[in-house]
């Protein structure tokens, strides 16, 4: 696994956008728990966000794709509404250590 960032870099219901190894990523902080996914919308395959780091709704319960405004479960990756509706972001393995967020990038990502 690798280091993301240290844990305090993200507020709770705060987001934060990254580029690992030519991978766009994202990470979310909610209920206590780590979130890393992919940074695409499964509608298009384009980034989510509008302004860096702004990857939830205005309410920060769900993620939020700025494009078409689809919406998606923090905790699944699900997509609950808009037009990808049934499919889901695609997330990164994380584990919270040393007060460290550490990830391990998935093949297919890398390809
Ligand atoms: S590109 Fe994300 S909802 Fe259309």
Same mark, same amino acid.
Do not use: F, I, P
């Given at each position: 696994?690798?280091?993301l960032c240290d844990l305090d870099t993200i507020q709770e219901d705060q987001s934060k956008g990254f580029e690992i190894e030519g991978?766009?990523?994202f @990470?979310?902080?909610k209920d206590g728990?780590?979130?890393v996914?992919? *940074?695409q919308c499964p509608h298009l395959s384009i980034p989510l966000e509008y302004m860096p780091d702004q990857f939830l709704c205005s309410e920060n319960y769900f993620i939020?794709? @700025?494009?078409?405004?689809a919406l998606f479960?923090?905790?699944?990756? *699900?997509c609950v509404s808009g037009p990808c509706v049934g499919?889901?972001?695609t997330q990164i393995e994380s584990i919270v250590e040393n007060n460290q967020i550490m990830i391990r990038l998935p093949e297919s990502a890398l390809a």
């Open positions: 696994m690798q280091v991978v766009s990523l @990470a979310v902080r728990q780590v979130y996914y992919q *940074n939020q794709c @700025a494009t078409h405004g479960e923090v905790d699944s990756g *699900n499919d889901k972001l």
